[in-house]
Each structure stands twice: as structure tokens, then as C-alpha cells.
């Protein structure tokens, strides 16, 4: 049978992202996967360098379309610091709600992100809807949809407008109500369990020969590795959650965990709003205007739990007014990039794009 | 992980089929758009009236998206750029960090999001014009206090504690530690508004900037290029830069006078002969007089040496330095800064000739045929007088004597002035403010306590004199009798009794000029042995013979020049400093400038044609 290649994604539905992989095909079986990145073309590591810190603070978040809030997060984290600032702890407590917001946001994304490749556009239709009520309650807290530009270095960049906890706590009850319909239309739809069990393994080896870290390496081998555990940041050693670990990785699993997260997260949006403190909201990390801000000498690694796993910014500042150098470790870097071209030769045609969603692969991530 | 398999499980969501759907219509999408949430940040709303051009806006848009353009409709004003903010929305991103650093508040954003085009050169506009082409009316994002990017305030000064420091002569405000320093020049946008306004057009965001890197010589460097005499004006320019910063319209404007301080106080010596000397050429050009060895006349001397002329510099007193040393207290003006400032004059070549009053040890004309030009700054020496009943008793006082008394006491050099237990002072500029805490000194040390009585037309709130002083004063102990009017002196056994004054309706008129009212029923008697009258300061023209007069115009005693400085009539003479704009340090030092670069055309013009 003669070899096809096949182009899969920039504009494929079932891609994530501004990449394409170049599928080198035989009958419907994926003999050979070339990863061809470049689409995205706004070289963000490099371009960081040629903004001040405060005028990063527009471009950070498009590295993760569908996670901006991550980004926000640690290149805020990374200045404080480098700068040695303390952010006052009411801060710590709105940044959880946003970033567990935001987490649930992104899973429901890679859920409904399922529907294209298995036909099950209910799910999509569904998750969108709530997706547009979670991002209705961001426009009110910062103004905006998909990039917040919130979380600022220093703490969060307005007070939380009036009411707003009310909205928030209303809405998840609501949609925690809900969530068993979630459960019923996708977890134990037959056509779905048909797609998605005992396929696309990520076995235990791979986990340890790429690097996965996040819900593919929690579903393989079986430990709560998650950055808010073991090294926790903002206030999240304070609050009384679970992670979901498992030890068969197969598509099915990984995309049920994300279900039990979202039910993880509003645990800790609802510690968070209780635990929250009154105060001020933020403090300067430098003295003087935006413009002028200077840090001190120093470099730091700083990283958080993204929805996809590990996600870090390596910080350089030479003392001036601008990033020396920003290394962006993308979450899904390891099984984006090198996994793609090991791992995904051997599915079949129509599971590629299951494969590059169940693996969680943000595509600006390994583009940057 | 559960594995429960239903076949009927996925059908129960037919049940929404029979539900409101939760998305929009297309139509509705465009006719009518979902409401904003209130802090929505859609299209730009931009107050003209409130933006003054600073460009933070412009300087910190991480997409490049606004353009300030200049407006033709914009009439030219003190304090702004006649450029407004031009928004391209094409780039854009919204992020709002422009609301953020406005530094009037001027700049918000709308709750509109929807703007239909197929022309992409429409989506290049003045913010408010898209918004309105959006139909929307409502304030979306706005700035709050903790989303503020600008500092607004300032770094602390360090300074004497009034109780300590109205019993001594030591200056008042010690200048910033370099941390104080950097992080005030951090509060700087570099607007550049202040350059403008500035008589001298002096570089001040390019030397806070060299302040802000630590790079003292480069600002040193700057500092010399307009202003030869940065020591005294780090510590009692009027600045006006600093009226208008743009900082100043929400916060503390910016402290350009004293970071100019610091670049003066901790430049190293070596530092300040290797920067000063560059420019100074050899003297080759001609032969320059200049009269007065104040601000004005030490400018001059300055720029006309760097250029190549061969300068003596002409002054009435024993040293030179004119108000700075005559006038100025030493709390403010100490004389070391003074001295650093004189001494370069002396290294760089320019001829002193003190004691020397033009017009009495030498003449005008004997200094033209000397000299191929003469430049004259001897500003206003002798004070305003006051007609009053009985105001001449000879314990009525005036400032510029009393001052000049004062500064030569504390340098050793006379008696200290006889000032009584009880004084009253009238006037409520700066002038004013210098007798008054002068005095107070002088009482303190003299009696153990002090009483001293501010008597000025105008009330407390528009006195012209600036608002340290005015706080420092109360600090120390100064009374007020600010809406007063002086009427009479009291005199009783042939000793000054108090001041009889009338309750001061209003200073000036419509046309905002000088005429005061008084309200002549409500009469108070302000009690005092002493009056010192400090109400202005007047020139002394007797160096202009009536040839001179015949042809040079004098206008409300103010000496008409061109905009070179070169005096109508006489091309030889040049005049400068507040003989020709009123009393006023930094426009004297450019005047200064400006004339020796009119000298040196004039020069260079009259070898031409020879």
C-alpha cells in the first residue's frame, strides 16, 4: 500500500492551535508525524526582551490562548521575586479564584474539544455555553474575556468589583448541579467509550523519557504530582483539595480527570472566597511609573500547575527596565514536540487529533 | 476512573431542545449587542479638554497603536502639548495599560466592542470618534487608585525640624541620598512638557533620566548646556517646570529642582573640570562687557567665554552672585553652592571687576569704547517703597538692604542687623518670606522667642509667594495677616506702635490687573516696633545718561529689547535678566544665554562686513 502524507492542522478542526503536523499516512494508520511549527510567528521569548515589564504584561498571555492566566501568574510570581516583594495576602486568595477559573475554563475547552473527532458536537455546544458564562464573570472582574491581563507583579491589578463573589459562587453551584448531565452526555456515552478506552496509551516510560507532567503523567503513574502540592504557591498550602491520580493512561482516563479537577477547583473557589481576606490588592514592585520600573539583578524559575501540567518561566533581569531573558517551559512542550513525531506513528488517521488533545497540547506553549 | 456505560444516558440532553437556547441570534449580534459588564474595556473615550498631549499613553502602549498627532484646533497653552492621542485600532490590544498611566485621567474606556468595517483605514481614529461611530454612551473600564502605573508621590526630602530650624542659618533641606534620588527620577514619564515652560528650555527628562542610570557626568554635561549656574537653581529657581509637570495634575509633580541638586552636590571635582572645561575655546573672538554679576550676568559671562570672547564681568558689590548672595537667605542659598558656581566662572577666564558700579567708577560709554559689545544685567537693587502715614520713620524698613545686611552679618563681614522683639512685615511674595523667617532667626537668637507679623493684600490661599514657604513660615512661627491692607503706622512717644491695616476685599480687578478694594469699616492694629516694607524690588538706571535714554525705550521702567536681547537703538548693548522680564532667576540665565548668542551673531556680522 503506497505511503499518503497528509497535512493536519493549521486550519484542520481538530487542531489546537496555530501548528500543523505533516501526517505520513499508509491505509488509516499514522506511519510517521512531523511536528511543523512557525505559524504562529510572534516570537515571544525574543519579543518579551524588547518590553518593559509592565508593557509584558499585553503580550504574556497569548503564549496560552486558552490559559492566559498562567502566564499572567508566573511572570508575576518571577518579579516579585527577583524584586523581593511581599504582595499583600488578600491578592494570594483573588489569584486562586482566577486561576482556578481559568483552569476549568481550559479543561472544559480540551472537553469540548473532544466533539470534532468523535462527533459529539452536543459536548462542544455545551461546554462553549458555560464557557461564555465563566467568561462573562471575567469580563466584570477585569474587563476582558480571553486575555484578563489581571493578575499584575505585585497582585492583582483592580479590587474585585461589588457582588462579584456572589455571581461567581451562584454560577458553580449551578453548573455543579449540572455537571452529572456532563458526566451522562460524555463519560458514559458508548460511542465515546468506544473512541477513547484502552486507545492512545501513554504508558509509564514514556512519561519518565519525555517529561509529561500534569494530568498525562498523574493518569500514568499513579502520584499526585501537581505544582500546588509539592511546592505550593500563592495560598494553595492553605486549602483542602484533592488531585485525581490513576495508573492506566489511556485517553478515556485522562479526559474523566479533567472532569473530577473542575470539581477540585470549585472546592478551592469556594475555600478561597471564604478565606479571603479585606485589604489592599497590591503594592509596587519598584518605585516610581511603569515606565521606569527597574528590577534588582537576578534570575529565578518560576512555575505553576497549568491544566496541561508544569508551566515556568526562567526570569533574567540585568537590572534595567527590560527582561534580560524569559525561557517560557511550556507544559505541553514534552509531548507536543517530541511526542508528536515518537509517539503519534502507529494511530490511526481519525484518532490523531484524540491524540493531540487527550496528550493536552497548547500549541503557542512549544511555539514561543 | 468509573467506566459506567448507558446507552440512554446521552439522550437525556435532548431535554434542552425544549429549553431557550442560551446563544444569540446573528441579527441581534449586530442590532443589538449584548450589554458590557461595567468594566468592560472597549473602544477609547478621550477628554480633550482634560489631556494635555504627555504621550504616556503613546510611551507605554505595548502594541505601538497610538500615535500622538498634532491638532491645528488645539490653541498653544502653558503646561501642554497641542498632540492628542490617535488610536489605531488595527494594533490594539486593549489591554488599557494606557488608562492606567494617563496622567490627567483623562483617558477611559467604553463598555462599546462593535464596530463594523470593510474599510481597514477607518479602524485609524481619535478615540472618541470610533466610540461614537460604536453608538455607545457608557464609561466602561476605568482607572482606580490601585491600578495606578504612575507614582504620585514624591520621594521624601530630607529636611530640619522647624523647632531646630529657626534658630540657625543651616539650610533647611539636606538633598536626596541616591536611592531617594533614582527613585524620584523614576517618577518621570518625559513628557517634556516641563522643557517647554522652562525659560531656559533646560534637557530635564534627559538629566533625570542620566540621574535615574547614575550617570552623573552625562548629567552634568546637560546641566551646562543651558544653564551655567545649576547650583543655584537646584536650591531657589522659581520652577516653573515643576508648576507644570505633568505628574503634578493628580500627584506631587516631579522634584526637577532638587535632582538637579543632586547632580551638582554629588558630581566629584575632577568629574565637574573635565566636563566644564570642554567647551571652552581659547579667547580670540573679541572683548565682551557684561554689567551685573547676578544669574543673568554670570550666564553670560559663561556662554560668551565658551564661545571664544575675552569677558570682564562688572559687579557693584564685594562679591559676586547678586541675589543669590545679596538677596536670598542662607537657609536657602548656602554660600558654598553659591561659591562652586562663581569659582568655574573664574577657572573658565572671565575677568572679574567687583566694587565696581557702572555708571559711577566707570561709565557706559567708557565701556563701549573698551569693549566691541557690553552686555547689561544689573538688575532690580532697590526696593519699592510704600506710601504710608508716617512711613518715614526711620525704623521702617526695607528688604533688599535688610537682606543684603543679613547674608554679610552671617558671612562675617558686618553687625548683625538691630531687629526688634516685635516686627511687621508687608508684602506676601517670596521676598516677603525671606525678611519675615530672616527676622525670626534673628529674634530667636537675639531674645530667645520670636514675633513676627505677615501683613499682605492678598489671602492665604492666592499669596504668590510658593507653598514650602508658606508652610515652613507657619511651622516656625509666623503670624498671619494675610486680606489686609496697610493703612497708617502707629507711632506713640516717637516709637513705632503697630500697623493700622483694613480688611482687603479683592487684589485685582476683571482685566486682572492691580487694584485693590478695602472695606474700610473693618480696622484692626497690628502691634509692632518695626515695619519692613517688602512689596518689590525697582532698577536703578542711572548708568543710562540722556543721550542713552534719548534712543534706547524704557517701558514701565522695564528695558525693551529684541527677542536677542539686543536693546532698540543702541546695537552695541545688550540687556537681559529682570532689568528687561521682572524678577525671576531662571529667565535671567536664559537671557543670558539668549544675548550671548545675540553678542555673538552681532559680532560675527560686524567682521563680515568690515
Not at chain 2, 255 to 279: G, Q
Not at chain 2, 580 to 605: F, K
Request: charged share 25%; with cysteine.
Amino acid at each position: 500500500m503506497s505511503e499518503v502524507k497528509l497535512f493536519f492542522g493549521p486550519q484542520h478542526p481538530g487542531m489546537h492551535g496555530n501548528a500543523s503536523v505533516h501526517l505520513y499516512v499508509e491505509g488509516d494508520l499514522v506511519k510517521k508525524a512531523r511536528l511543523v511549527p512557525g505559524m504562529l510567528h510572534r516570537g515571544f521569548e525574543k519579543s518579551m526582551e524588547n518590553h518593559t515589564w509592565m508593557g509584558n504584561l499585553a503580550l504574556i498571555p497569548r503564549v496560552c490562548v486558552a490559559e492566559p492566566d498562567i502566564n499572567e501568574m508566573v511572570f508575576a510570581q518571577g518579579l516579585e521575586t527577583i524584586a523581593e516583594v511581599e504582595i499583600p495576602e488578600r491578592a494570594h486568595y483573588i489569584r486562586m479564584v482566577i486561576m482556578e477559573m481559568t483552569r476549568i475554563l481550559a479543561h472544559m475547552m480540551s472537553l469540548g474539544a473532544l466533539a470534532s473527532p468523535t462527533g459529539l458536537y452536543t459536548a462542544n455546544q455545551w461546554m462553549q455555553a458555560d464557557r461564555n458564562n465563566i467568561q462573562d464573570l471575567f469580563e466584570a472582574i477585569t474587563g476582558h474575556r480571553i486575555y484578563h491581563m489581571y493578575i499584575v507583579p505585585g497582585g492583582v491589578r483592580k479590587e474585585l468589583p461589588q457582588g462579584i463573589e456572589t455571581r461567581i459562587l451562584d454560577f458553580f453551584t449551578e453548573f455543579e448541579r449540572r455537571m452529572p448531565e456532563y458526566h451522562a452526555l460524555i463519560f458514559e456515552n458508548p460511542t465515546i467509550q468506544a473512541r477513547l478506552k484502552d486507545n492512545i496509551m501513554l504508558p509509564e516510560f514514556v512519561v519518565w523519557e519525555l517529561g509529561v507532567t500534569g494530568i498525562g503523567m498523574r493518569s500514568a503513574v499513579g502520584k499526585p504530582y501537581d505544582v500546588r502540592k509539592v511546592t505550593p504557591y500563592a495560598r494553595y498550602d492553605k486549602v483542602d483539595f484533592e488531585v485525581p491520580v490513576a495508573t492506566y493512561s489511556d485517553a478515556y482516563t485522562r479526559s474523566v480527570m479533567k472532569y473530577y479537577e473542575i470539581k477540585e477547583s470549585i472546592r478551592i473557589i469556594r475555600q478561597a472566597f471564604d478565606m479571603m481576606p479585606q485589604g489592599k490588592v497590591n503594592v509596587k514592585i519598584a518605585p516610581g511609573n511603569a515606565l521606569k520600573w527597574t528590577l534588582p539583578k537576578g534570575q529565578t524559575y518560576s512555575a505553576v500547575e497549568s491544566a496541561r501540567g508544569e508551566f515556568g518561566y526562567y526570569i533574567v533581569s540585568d537590572g534595567k527596565t527590560q527582561p534580560y531573558r524569559i525561557a517560557v517551559r511550556g507544559a505541553s512542550f514534552p509531548q507536543g514536540f517530541l511526542g508528536v513525531e515518537r509517539y503519534m506513528p502507529g494511530v490511526r488517521l481519525d484518532d490523531a487529533p484524540l491524540w493531540y488533545d487527550t496528550m493536552g497540547i497548547c500549541t503557542p506553549e512549544i511555539d514561543r | 476512573m468509573d467506566k459506567k456505560k448507558n446507552l440512554f444516558s446521552p439522550i437525556k440532553a435532548w431535554k434542552y431542545a425544549f429549553k431557550k437556547p442560551v446563544s444569540f441570534s446573528m441579527e441581534d449580534i449586530i442590532d443589538r449587542p449584548r450589554e458590557s459588564e461595567n468594566n468592560a474595556r472597549g473602544f477609547h473615550i478621550n477628554d480633550h479638554t482634560k489631556c494635555i498631549g504627555c504621550g504616556a499613553c503613546s510611551e507605554i502602549c505595548p502594541t505601538e497603536a497610538i500615535v500622538m498627532v498634532k491638532r491645528a484646533d488645539l490653541e498653544p497653552k502653558d503646561g501642554e502639548h497641542p498632540e492628542r492621542p490617535t488610536i489605531d485600532y488595527g494594533r490594539c490590544c486593549f489591554c488599557a495599560l494606557c488608562v492606567d498611566i494617563c496622567t490627567t485621567g483623562s483617558m477611559k474606556m467604553s463598555k462599546a466592542y462593535v464596530f463594523n468595517t470593510t474599510n481597514p483605514d477607518t479602524l485609524y481614529k481619535m478615540p472618541e470618534e470610533i466610540f461614537a461611530a460604536s453608538g455607545g454612551t457608557i464609561t466602561g473600564y476605568e482607572k482606580t487608585p490601585e491600578s495606578d502605573l504612575l507614582d504620585l508621590v514624591r520621594a521624601e526630602m530630607p529636611s530640619e525640624a522647624s523647632e531646630k530650624a529657626k534658630e540657625s542659618f543651616i539650610e533647611l533641606l539636606k538633598g536626596y541620598s541616591m536611592a531617594q534620588a533614582k527613585a524620584e527620577a523614576a517618577r518621570c514619564i518625559g513628557c517634556e512638557i516641563c522643557v517647554k515652560t522652562c525659560p531656559a528650555n533646560m534637557h530635564i527628562p534627559e538629566y533625570i533620566d542620566a540621574v535615574g542610570q547614575g550617570d552623573m557626568a552625562e548629567g552634568l554635561a546637560l546641566l551646562y548646556k543651558t544653564n551655567p549656574l545649576p547650583g543655584v537653581c537646584g536650591s531657589i529657581c522659581t520652577h516653573k517646570c515643576e508648576t507644570v509637570c505633568a505628574i503634578g495634575q493628580r500627584g506631587e509633580p516631579i522634584a526637577i529642582r532638587w535632582l538637579k541638586r543632586y547632580i551638582v552636590d554629588n558630581a566629584p571635582e575632577s568629574m565637574y573640570e573635565e566636563v566644564l572645561m570642554a567647551p571652552v575655546s581659547a579667547p580670540g573672538k573679541g572683548r565682551v562687557a557684561v554689567v551685573g554679576g547676578g544669574a543673568a550676568g554670570m550666564s553670560a559671562s559663561y556662554y560668551l567665554r565658551t564661545m571664544g570672547y575675552a569677558v570682564d564681568l562688572y559687579e557693584a558689590k564685594p562679591l559676586m552672585g547678586g541675589v543669590a548672595r545679596y538677596g536670598v537667605p542662607q537657609y536657602r542659598m548656602p554660600e558654598e553652592r553659591l561659591n562652586k558656581d562663581v569659582d568655574l566662572l573664574k577657572k573658565i577666564g572671565v575677568g572679574f571687576h567687583v566694587n565696581t558700579k557702572v555708571g559711577k567708577d566707570i561709565t557706559l560709554d567708557a565701556l563701549h569704547e573698551q569693549y566691541d559689545a557690553v552686555f547689561l544685567a544689573s538688575g532690580l537693587p532697590q526696593s519699592r517703597s510704600l506710601k504710608l502715614e508716617n512711613g518715614d520713620h526711620p525704623d521702617v524698613l526695607y528688604a533688599m538692604p535688610f537682606l543684603a545686611a543679613a547674608r554679610d552679618y552671617l558671612r562675617g563681614q558686618g553687625e548683625m542687623p538691630d531687629v526688634a522683639a516685635k516686627v511687621i512685615v508687608i508684602g506676601g511674595g517670596n521676598v516677603a518670606f525671606d525678611v519675615a523667617r530672616t527676622i525670626l532667626r534673628f529674634q530667636q537668637e537675639k531674645y530667645g522667642h520670636n514675633q513676627v507679623s505677615l501683613v499682605s493684600l492678598e489671602t492665604k490661599d492666592i499669596l504668590p509667594a510658593d507653598k514650602e514657604e508658606i508652610e515652613e513660615g507657619e511651622a516656625e512661627g509666623l503670624r498671619y495677616f494675610c486680606g489686609f491692607g496697610p493703612q497708617g503706622i502707629e507711632l506713640s512717644e516717637g516709637k513705632i506702635a503697630g500697623l493700622h491695616t483694613v480688611k482687603c476685599l479683592s487684589v485685582f480687578d476683571e482685566n486682572r490687573s492691580f487694584c485693590p478694594v478695602f472695606d474700610k469699616d473693618q480696622k484692626d492694629l497690628i502691634e509692632g516696633s518695626q515695619v519692613y516694607v517688602a512689596i518689590g524690588q525697582m532698577n536703578d538706571h542711572a548708568y543710562f545718561t540722556p543721550e542713552h535714554l534719548d534712543k534706547a525705550v524704557l517701558k514701565g521702567g522695564k528695558v525693551q529689547t529684541d527677542s536677542w536681547g539686543q536693546v532698540q537703538g543702541m546695537p552695541w548693548l545688550f540687556a537681559g535678566g529682570d532689568i528687561v522680564h521682572g524678577p525671576d532667576m531662571i529667565h535671567g540665565i536664559a537671557d543670558g544665554h539668549q544675548a550671548a548668542r545675540g553678542i555673538d551673531l552681532y559680532l560675527q556680522s560686524l567682521s563680515q562686513t568690515s
